[in-house]
């Protein structure tokens, strides 16, 4: 009767101790996932001009939007 007990006890104990330790893991997960998300994104400081650029004719600006056929 008592040793039936203590191994419910101990199996809750152990089921506990499994939920807290996945709870861990996935507060962790979360709190990674959270810090990279806040993370300022890449921004490009360089000094372009417009000599750089080329011009875009209105015909590459059509095949540019159109869908690309990948047959």
């Not at 039936?4 to 101790?17: D, E, N, R, T």
């Not at 001009?49 to 080329?54: K, S, V």
């Not at 015909?59 to 056929?69: G, I, Y």
Request: aromatic share 2%; net charge negative; hydrophobic share 45%.
């Amino acid at each position: 009767m008592i040793s039936s007990i203590l191994l419910g006890v101990l199996c809750l104990i152990v089921v506990l101790a499994v939920i807290g330790a996945v709870g861990f893991v996935v507060a962790l997960k979360m709190g990674v996932i959270v810090h990279q998300a806040t993370k300022p994104t890449h921004l490009d400081t360089s000094n372009y001009t417009l000599d750089q650029g080329r011009e875009v004719r209105p015909e590459e600006e059509k095949r540019a939007r159109l869908p690309q056929d990948d047959a």
